[in-house]
């Protein structure tokens, strides 16, 4: 047995560490740091915790993460189905990568976003991250494979080391829906068809109102250029910019000027700009800029923004689109259109507090990405679009619990029931029949269950018919089908059973 007096001093040290914890924790100390210094206090309990009957074990999901129920999942299951289905629609092929991928396959492709991947610990040789979106993993895929060509959706979990906000759909751990065309096409023909994808979406999802806002990374830097940014402050001052839709002019102005060293003079010019939205008209309005006119960059987006309308037009969308020049889009792989869908703030009867999501999807085009994998340095042209799934279902999710709407959470199409005692055999034989005909069927796991448990367990579940089984069915060679909803039955031979429960749930 181990000495008291040391096991003392390693409790001392524990509750030392758990002390400067604390203080880091009131002091709003940097995230990175408090959780560098969590680890190590984790450590010393481990180490220390040997008696188990002292150890207080917390069941929780990790911070940023959540569970999902068979309600959370039948929604999402929804969302789902209308997502893949739109992008099967307009033709596109499946794939998958692994969640994590090489470091530096990741490296230098997010901005400041960077410090958000989740690096893990070295697993004999090889520098690990957890992916941070389904872009970069993909245009790895394409450079690898040779791939010059292809229209694809991805869907799967992406990590990011972020502050949390999980009750507007924010979370560490979370889905993300791309549909992404690959391939040397026509201008703006498949960025026009992501931005319908993105319509189609969100319009039969029914979130509401919504806005598609549209910029071009050519503009913007073009802009910049006239504004008199440096060249090596272009994607820090993009950054910026990103954040018009959560935070006020002045205080993107002061940050460009007091944090980033930009001259007040040009982020006064930024500012007359930013502030700009419209359609088409705005787009002939900045073709006529005297500055943005002389500007090469700056024409060539502004060209393809006004062929991108007209394309938008003919989808029959413009109505639901806005070319805004303060979109940025701070990831720094686009090179061209850049697109965010924006729910517009909903106020719901339900809800006390409006239900606010902000950004439900986004994407872009990006040329050079590929190219950056490809060991000759050979693009890829790409645009894509990414549904932001998480947002959209925490909206559903909180519609639903408002509503009295009844989840189900299986497809079970019908119960087979007994309504007397030693019936087991049959009901075995039944249900094996109806399972071997493609049919969705439960039964109760009792010898002899009351009928009237059986029948209640549908009422509850939404199970909508009842196959029931007795002795004098047996005899006359048919079960007796109830209809859950209107509690009418009726008789129907043994081999007309399949076909009649497809008739009967079809119309459900």
Request: with cysteine; hydrophobic share 40%.
């Amino acid at each position: 047995m181990r000495g008291r007096g040391p096991a003392m001093a390693e409790e001392a040290a524990v509750r030392a560490q758990a002390d400067a914890v604390r203080r880091l924790k009131q002091d709003k100390a940097d995230p990175d740091e408090i959780a560098k210094e969590v680890a190590k206090l984790l450590e010393m309990k481990a180490q220390l915790g040997e008696d188990e009957g002292k150890h207080k074990f917390v069941l929780k999901t990790p911070k940023g993460t959540r569970d999902y129920g068979p309600k959370q999942m039948a929604i999402r299951e929804r969302a789902f189905n209308a997502i893949i289905s739109c992008f099967k629609r307009h033709g596109a092929e499946v794939i998958d990568t692994p969640v994590f991928e090489l470091k530096e396959t990741l490296t230098g492709k997010y901005g400041e976003d960077s410090k958000l991947i989740y690096d893990l610990k070295d697993q004999g040789g090889e520098l690990l991250s957890l992916r941070y979106d389904l872009t970069v993993p993909f245009a790895r895929y394409l450079a690898m494979n040779k791939i010059t060509n292809i229209k694809r959706y991805h869907i799967a979990k992406v990590y990011r080391r972020d502050n949390p906000a999980m009750t507007r759909g924010r979370y560490r751990e979370f889905y993300q829906c791309d549909f992404d065309i690959a391939g040397q096409f026509d201008p703006m023909i498949p960025d026009a068809e992501c931005l319908k994808i993105v319509h189609e979406i969100l319009s039969d999802l029914q979130l509401g109102d919504f806005i598609i806002k549209v910029n071009d990374r050519r503009i913007l830097d073009g802009m910049f250029a006239v504004c008199g940014v440096p060249d090596s402050k272009f994607r820090t001052i993009c950054s910026s910019v990103d954040k018009l839709d959560k935070v006020p002019w002045e205080e993107v102005r002061s940050e460009m000027v007091g944090e980033k060293g930009l001259s007040p003079e040009a982020a006064d010019r930024i500012g007359e700009y930013v502030q700009l939205h419209g359609g088409l008209d705005l787009i002939e309005r900045l073709l006529q800029d005297p500055k943005l006119s002389q500007n090469k960059l700056a024409k060539e987006g502004l060209g393809d923004m006004k062929l991108l309308f007209e394309y938008l037009t003919l989808f029959g969308i413009t109505e639901k689109i806005s070319f805004d020049l303060s979109l940025a889009r701070g990831l720094d792989y686009y090179t061209g259109v850049i697109f965010e869908a924006v729910l517009l703030h909903q106020e719901n009867e339900h809800v006390e507090e409006a239900v606010s999501v902000g950004s439900v999807a986004g994407g872009g085009r990006y040329d050079g990405l590929v190219g950056m994998f490809d060991p000759k340095g050979r693009k890829v042209p790409c645009v894509g679009v990414s549904i932001g799934i998480e947002r959209i279902f925490s909206i559903l999710e909180q519609r639903l619990e408002a509503s009295e709407e009844k989840i189900r959470t299986t497809e079970t199409q019908v119960l087979v029931a007994s309504a007397q005692k030693k019936l087991l055999e049959e009901r075995l034989k039944l249900i094996s029949e109806l399972w071997d005909g493609g049919i969705k069927a439960e039964m109760l796991y009792k010898k002899n269950p009351k009928l009237l448990n059986q029948l209640q367990y549908c009422e509850d579940t939404g199970i909508p018919l009842v196959a029931i089984v007795g002795e004098q069915e047996l005899k006359d060679g048919v079960v007796k089908l109830r209809i859950v909803a209107t509690r009418e039955e009726i008789n129907v031979r043994r081999e007309s059973l399949v076909e009649e429960i497809r008739i009967r749930t079809s119309q459900c």
